[in-house]
């Protein structure tokens, strides 16, 4: 497509469960980025993918997140027995890499944990 | 390490007065400065971005902003705003390394358009 998709846009979920997120960045784009945004808040940073690997991991709040990339391009956040406070938008965004800065940010996915 | 900042959470002002929209980052070395736009429901568009040449720098909607190295500063302005224009605005920095380049983000300051 066009654009950064993600999927689910929506994600009502039960607390305990897993849920994993998936990205499709722009085709050809080699960094890979991974948000949240709680309601009100910023945008808090949680990993970063150039290529398949990721550089920095340093986001990701706890052990229940983990994140992966496949093929240099598809990118699933995964999050292992989701918390109510786990209830936010995830945003993902993708740029060009080094020859060009600019990132492209997807609709996000609204996860809700009841 | 790097860092962004932005100095005001919220911001109220009347339609056509100017704004300003203050952001101050913290690194050692070269950077690269964003600003993006995320209206009510919508995902975040880019607003204007820094990369080298004139530090006076134009975007989309009449905005502009003007990068100063020696504050590490990129702040954001529109001399006349409108009733639109309110969203919440973030600033961000793009850092080069060996590991490929790393954009980090301010925590957003929600400009409020008043009639």
């Known amino acids: 497509g066009a654009g950064v998709s993600q999927s689910p846009s929506n994600k009502v979920t039960e607390k305990g469960k897993d849920v994993e997120l998936r990205c499709d960045p722009i085709s050809g784009h080699t960094a890979l980025y991974w948000y949240r945004q709680s309601l009100g808040q910023g945008l808090e940073f949680l990993i970063y993918f150039q290529g398949n690997s990721a550089p920095d991991k340093s986001g990701l709040p706890s052990d229940r997140f983990s994140a992966e990339r496949t093929g240099g391009s598809v990118s699933t956040l995964t999050i292992q027995r989701t918390q109510q406070e786990d209830s936010a938008v995830y945003l993902c965004?993708?740029?060009?890499?080094?020859?060009?800065?600019?990132?492209?940010f997807g609709q996000g996915t609204r996860l809700t944990v009841v | 390490a790097q860092s962004v900042t932005q100095l005001d959470s919220q911001v109220p002002v009347f339609e056509e007065a100017p704004v300003e929209l203050r952001c101050n980052y913290s690194?050692?070395?070269?950077?690269?400065l964003f600003w993006y736009v995320q209206y009510p429901n919508q995902g975040l568009q880019l607003l204007l971005k820094?990369?080298?040449?004139?530090?006076l720098v134009k975007g989309i909607n009449g905005f502009e902003a003007e990068f100063n190295k020696s504050q590490t500063s990129f702040h954001l302005r529109k001399p006349s705003v409108h009733i639109s224009d309110t969203a919440e605005y973030f600033c961000a920095v793009i850092i080069f390394n060996n590991a490929g380049n790393m954009l980090t983000f301010g925590g957003g300051t929600r400009l409020m358009v008043k009639p």
């Open positions: 690194s050692s070395v070269s950077v690269y």
């Open positions: 965004a993708s740029s060009l890499g080094r020859s060009n800065t600019e990132a492209f």
């Open positions: 820094y990369l080298s040449g004139s530090t």
